[in-house]
C-alpha cells in the first residue's frame, strides 16, 4: 500500500514532464522581417509585428519543480507588455536568448 502512495506522485510528475516536453517540441518561433510568428503548441499562430518587439528575455525558473521545467523565454513589446515564448531557437537566429535579440537588430539596421 506505501509503493502505491508513492507511485501516483511520481506518475503524475514524469506525465507532466512529458507533457511540458511535448508542448516545447511541438511549438515553434520564426523570426522575419515582417515579424515575430510564435506558436505556444496548442495556441494558434501569433505574429507580432518587428516595429512592436523590444527584445526577448529568459524566465526565472520558479516554483517546486523548476530544474525540471524546459527554458522558456519572453517577448518584451515597445508597450511595456510581455508575450511568453516555449521556444529558444529560431531558423537563421540560432539558439538562446542573445542569439534571437541579434537576429531581432540584424532585421531593424537598414540595409
Same mark, same amino acid.
Given at each position: 500500500?506505501?509503493?502505491?502512495?508513492? /507511485? &501516483? $506522485? +511520481?506518475?503524475?510528475?514524469?506525465?507532466?514532464?512529458?507533457?511540458?516536453?511535448?508542448?516545447?517540441?511541438? @511549438?515553434?518561433?520564426?523570426?522575419?522581417?515582417?515579424?515575430?510568428?510564435?506558436?505556444?503548441?496548442?495556441?494558434?499562430?501569433? /505574429? &507580432? $509585428? +518587428?516595429?512592436?518587439?523590444?527584445?526577448?528575455?529568459?524566465?526565472?525558473?520558479?516554483?517546486?519543480?523548476? @530544474?525540471?521545467?524546459?527554458?522558456?523565454?519572453?517577448?518584451?513589446?515597445?508597450?511595456?507588455?510581455?508575450?511568453?515564448?516555449?521556444?529558444?531557437?529560431?531558423?537563421?537566429?540560432?539558439?538562446?536568448?542573445?542569439?534571437?535579440?541579434?537576429?531581432?537588430?540584424?532585421?531593424?539596421?537598414?540595409?
Amino acid at each position: 500500500m506505501v509503493v502505491v502512495g508513492l /507511485l &501516483i $506522485p +511520481l506518475v503524475l510528475i514524469g506525465a507532466a514532464a512529458l507533457a511540458a516536453s511535448l508542448f516545447v517540441r511541438r @511549438s515553434s518561433l520564426f523570426i522575419t522581417e515582417e515579424g515575430i510568428e510564435i506558436r505556444n503548441y496548442p495556441q494558434a499562430r501569433r /505574429l &507580432i $509585428p +518587428l516595429a512592436r518587439v523590444d527584445h526577448f528575455e529568459a524566465t526565472e525558473p520558479a516554483g517546486n519543480f523548476s @530544474s525540471l521545467r524546459p527554458k522558456t523565454g519572453i517577448v518584451v513589446l515597445t508597450d511595456g507588455s510581455r508575450v511568453p515564448v516555449r521556444v529558444l531557437a529560431a531558423p537563421g537566429a540560432g539558439v538562446g536568448i542573445e542569439a534571437l535579440n541579434r537576429r531581432v537588430e540584424s532585421l531593424r539596421r537598414p540595409t
